[in-house]
Structure formats: structure tokens, C-alpha cells
């Protein structure tokens, strides 16, 4: 496990513009090591799915439309790189929004069970995960997951994931 920065980039949802933020970081030497992409209209349309099964909707129905509206011109990019100062700067320079934060990096066996190991031990620490993505191909042996819990998580958590 090692601590990581992680970039997130809000960018415009149309073709090509994934294609685009890959050629600044391409130009900056700068490479992806993970990465994840959300739709932000998704997004929202599960929060209003949730809030509306758990009985936990407070805003109007219309609110919730305003803001699907709005989030359908934009999808959230987080990036793992090898370089995250060079990264952000050609972002930025760029014109992207970005925003930095540390997350939690694994390398796992890549077999069976593993994240579930991650997951039973943060639970155990009463540490609650934010977000998952990671990557892997059957026929290699480690896999790689980023992991975003609370900062204030992490010096507790370290002993207890260290052997992992």
C-alpha cells in the first residue's frame, strides 16, 4: 500500500475530449496508471434513486431535474499517473479544472478474494470507502486498486493493511 495523489478533472462530455486531455498529458510525458470515468448526470440520477428508495429525499423532484440538466455536459475524470505535479501543471495550463487528493494505492495478487481482504480490514478499522476503481488482467499477477478513504483514515489504517 502506498499513499498516492490522485487529479480529478471535470471535463466537458462530447467525443473527443478524453482524446484531448490524453494528448496534454502525452505532450508532458506524463503517463495513466489507473483511471475511472463518471458520467455526472449518472451520478446525480443514482443519488435521487437512492435518496427516493431510502425515504431520505428532501429537495423537490424538479430540483433534482434542474441539476441532471446541468451535470448531462460533464463527466468526472480521476487519474492515477506516474507524475502528478507535471500533470497538473499541463492540465492546468490546458484550461482543465483540477483538483488534487491523496488516495491509497494496491497492488494485489491477482487472485480471488484479495480486495475483499482490503475491504474486511478497513471495515474492521471502522474506516469507510469513499470510492474503488482498479484494474487488472486475468492472465497477469498483480492488479492495481486505488482507494479514497478519509485522510485522517490513513495513519490509522496503515499497520493494519501493511502486509497486503
Known sequence: MDKKIQLSVIL?????????????????????????????????????????????????????????????????????????????????????????????VFRLVNQPGMLGQVAKRLGEANVNIDYIYGSAMEDVKESIFVVHIAETDFDRVKDSLKDL
Open 12 to 104: 466537458t462530455n462530447a467525443p473527443g475530449q478524453l482524446s484531448k486531455l490524453c494528448d496534454v498529458l502525452k505532450a508532458s510525458s506524463v503517463n495513466i496508471l489507473a483511471m475511472s470515468i463518471q458520467n455526472a448526470k449518472d451520478s446525480v440520477k443514482e443519488l435521487y434513486n437512492m435518496r427516493e428508495k431510502t425515504g431520505r429525499r428532501i429537495a423537490l423532484a424538479e430540483s433534482y431535474r434542474g441539476i441532471l440538466k446541468d451535470s448531462s455536459d460533464y463527466s468526472l475524470i480521476r487519474l492515477l499517473v506516474d507524475k502528478p505535479t507535471e500533470a497538473e501543471k499541463a492540465l492546468v495550463k490546458a484550461d482543465h479544472l483540477v483538483e488534487k487528493e491523496q488516495v491509497l
